[in-house]
């Protein structure tokens, strides 16, 4: 036998022997992984969801849709003493109102309505409050058959002035559409006593300095239709109190009629004078985004 041949023998014999040896030890079991038991999450959701904690919700939030002012106004009336939660007065930010607490402001109940949103064509002579001590018409009169919430005027028109007005019981709304800093455009139809001259045009545009501060009149222009300019279109954003018959008797004017015919992007179209109409889906969403 040669030398070759006796090598490949011996490593026949050693792969044989190796092979034994292995069949010979037991094998080695890998570890299973402990399968995680199944959890239902849809029953745990239900379970979390039916909780009293679950339907409840924050004070300031129960308030402002109760119609009483903003979620931020809300807060300094909690904070103040002036709410109460099943007769216990809470001046802690942050509580909750659960389903069944009553929930009382200043001794009278708060219901956590449905909103609603009314635009009215206000007529003259009809003040814009809730209630008048000289037992003025006001102009919740004209709106009384509207809805069973009670709805609150946003802004204000004086007595004499005339057009469009909202009412709603949502205070978050009301209080951006009243706020400065949103810059909410307003459009009024103005009739004065005699000619609007043209250098006042300019100066009202520059704006014009009353007791509580500068005017900011966004767009002034005659009116076209009209026969003299006497009658004049005037768009602002300014909220203060008879500011437009102010602005004018400054520079020498004498208002005769005043007319809101623009609100926020709505009109006065198809609403008579002294009726009112509820707002659209479409319309109530545009003003939120605002």
Known sequence: MSKK?????????????????????????LPQEKKKPIRNYSEKRTKRTNTPDAESIRLNKFIANAGVCSRRDADTLIVSGAIAINGTTVTTLGAKVKPGDKVTYDGHPLNNEKKVYVLLNKPKDFITTTEDPQQRRTVLSLVQNACKERIYPVGRLDRMTTGLLLLTNDGDLAKKLTHP????????????????KKQDMISILEGVELDDGLVDVDKIEYVKTAQSRKEVGLELHSGKNRVI???????GYKVLKLDRVMLAGLTKKNIERGRWRFLSDKEIGYLKMK
Not at 18 to 25: A, C, L, P
Not at 181 to 196: E, F, G
Request: aromatic share 6%; hydrophobic share 20%.
């Open 5 to 29: 041949q006796g090598n490949q023998k011996n490593n026949r014999n050693s792969e044989s022997s190796f092979r034994k040896e292995e069949q010979r030890q037991p094998k080695k079991r």
């Open 245 to 251: 018959r102010r602005l004018f008797e400054k520079l």
């Open 181 to 196: 800093r949103h810059r909410i455009r307003k459009m009024y139809h103005v009739t004065l006593d005699k000619a609007l």
